[in-house]
C-alpha cells in the first residue's frame, strides 16, 4: 500500500510539473516575439491637425486624428521572413497621401538602432507641410531622411 501511494504521488507531482512547464511556456510565447517587435510612432509636426489611416494584410489600425505634436503608435512582432507591410493613409485638409510606414527595405535602411535599451525597435515618422520623413530617432523638430511629398 505504502509502494502504491509511493509511485500515485510520484505520478501526480510528474503531471503538475508537466502542466505547470508547459502552461508557462505557452504564456510566456503569447506574450513575447520569436521576430523582432517594433514599435512605428507618427509624429504630426504641423499645426494642423491630419487624419490616419493604419493597416497591414492582417489588420486595419483605424482612423486617427493627430494634433499637432500629436503620435499614433503602434507595436508588432515582425513576420517571418521580412514580410511584414504596414501602410499609412493621411489626409490634411484637401492633400492626401498614402505610403508604407514599414516594410523590410524601411526596417534595414531607416529604422534599425542596434543596442536599445528595451527589446523593442523602433521607427520614427514626422509628417511635416513639405512630406513625410522616417528616422531611428525620436527627433522632436522633425528631422530625418524624407521619403515622400504630400499628393
Not at 506574450?31 to 494584410?57: E, F, G, Q, Y
Not at 494634433?67 to 503602434?74: A, D, I, L, Q, S
Not at 512630406?131 to 531611428?136: A, E, L, R, T
Request: proline share 4%; aromatic share 18%.
Amino acid at each position: 500500500m505504502e509502494k502504491l501511494l509511493r509511485n500515485m504521488t510520484s505520478s501526480i507531482m510528474n503531471n503538475m510539473f508537466i502542466f505547470a512547464i508547459l502552461t508557462f511556456s505557452t504564456s510566456s510565447i503569447a506574450l513575447s516575439c520569436i521576430t523582432p517587435k517594433w514599435d512605428v510612432i507618427v509624429r504630426n509636426t504641423m499645426s494642423d491637425n491630419i487624419v490616419a489611416l493604419i493597416k497591414s494584410k492582417d489588420d486595419n489600425l483605424g482612423n486617427r486624428t493627430i494634433p499637432f505634436n500629436g503620435v499614433y503608435k503602434w507595436s508588432f512582432c515582425e513576420r517571418i521572413a521580412g514580410s511584414t507591410l504596414f501602410y499609412g493613409y493621411f489626409w490634411w485638409g484637401s492633400r492626401f497621401q498614402s505610403l508604407a510606414l514599414f516594410d523590410q527595405n524601411l526596417a534595414e535602411n531607416f529604422c534599425y538602432i542596434d543596442n536599445l535599451p528595451t527589446n523593442h525597435l523602433r521607427c520614427f515618422w514626422f509628417v511635416k507641410s513639405d512630406g513625410f520623413y522616417v528616422s531611428p530617432y525620436p527627433n522632436p523638430h522633425g528631422g530625418g531622411t524624407f521619403i515622400k511629398h504630400w499628393g
